[in-house]
């Protein structure tokens, strides 16, 4: 048996997971999600938010090692929370994520891709501490592998995304190296190129990357086949 912790990625909260979770414990794994600061039901203000923030809170969600997974932006706060408390972690699992590079922040990450997918998707606040996912844009970036109830689902939770967190850089030493790490590519990604996905593992040990047929996000529209595939790396 497994304890699976879900981090969510930009806009996202804890209520992406929902489908996931039940499946993990119909299995008969522990599993549960969190909101981020400023994510979902948590009440930190925006400006607040910052990536040594997002870790903290990762950290204190958990009392004994578990199998942490990142979607997408949450590939930084889980590696800083890796190397922050490595004998916190038995393992991480990054659903196309950015795969950290030590000095690198998400957006110069995504800067650095080969393409910009979500250039025209992303809508900027006035005051620049956020931004949002144009609606018109959503379901064709993020799931248009998902049902028409999955989009609506996901559609009315969306939220804003702090920028702060996501423009500072990870540093990362032989703590963070310690932990053992799975990626998982998904091939119909429109949102981190899937060729992106493969460069940045490139060189990774065999048997640590694996491919689901997939948009980005799969915990909505192949909920069961995502949660089978975390059980196998868990083990």
């Known amino acids: 048996m497994s304890d699976f912790l879900l981090i969510h990625g930009s806009c996202h909260g804890a209520w992406c997971w929902r489908d996931v979770i039940a499946a993990l414990q119909a299995a008969g794994h522990h599993a ?18 910052t990536l040594d923030r997002y870790a903290e809170a990762i950290l204190a969600a958990i009392e004994a090692p578990v199998t942490l997974v990142g979607h997408s932006m949450a590939g930084l706060p889980i590696s800083a929370a890796a190397e922050k408390a490595p004998e916190k972690i038995a ?37 620049r501490q956020s931004f949002t996912f144009d609606p018109a844009l959503t379901a064709d970036r993020l799931y248009h592998d998902c049902t028409e109830a ?47 996905q493969a460069a940045m593992t490139e060189g990774w040990p065999d048997g640590t990357v694996s491919t689901l047929d997939a948009s980005h996000s799969p915990f909505l529209s192949c909920p069961e086949a995502l949660a089978r595939r975390l059980i196998e790396v868990a083990a």
């Open 150 to 196: 999955a989009r609506a689902f996901a559609a009315s939770r969306l939220g804003p995304q702090p920028i702060l967190p996501q423009e500072q850089p990870v540093t990362l030493t032989a703590r963070y190296h310690s932990v053992p790490k799975h990626y998982i590519r998904c091939l119909q990604d429109r949102a981190i190129p899937p060729e992106y």
């Open 32 to 49: 549960r999600a969190i909101d981020l600061p400023s994510h979902g039901a948590d009440p930190t203000p925006i400006a607040q938010v």
């Open 91 to 127: 393992r991480l699992i990054y659903l196309c994520a950015y795969a950290p590079r030590s000095g690198m922040s998400v957006a110069s990450m995504r800067r650095a891709g080969p393409r910009q997918p979500l250039r025209d998707a992303i809508v900027i606040a006035p005051d």
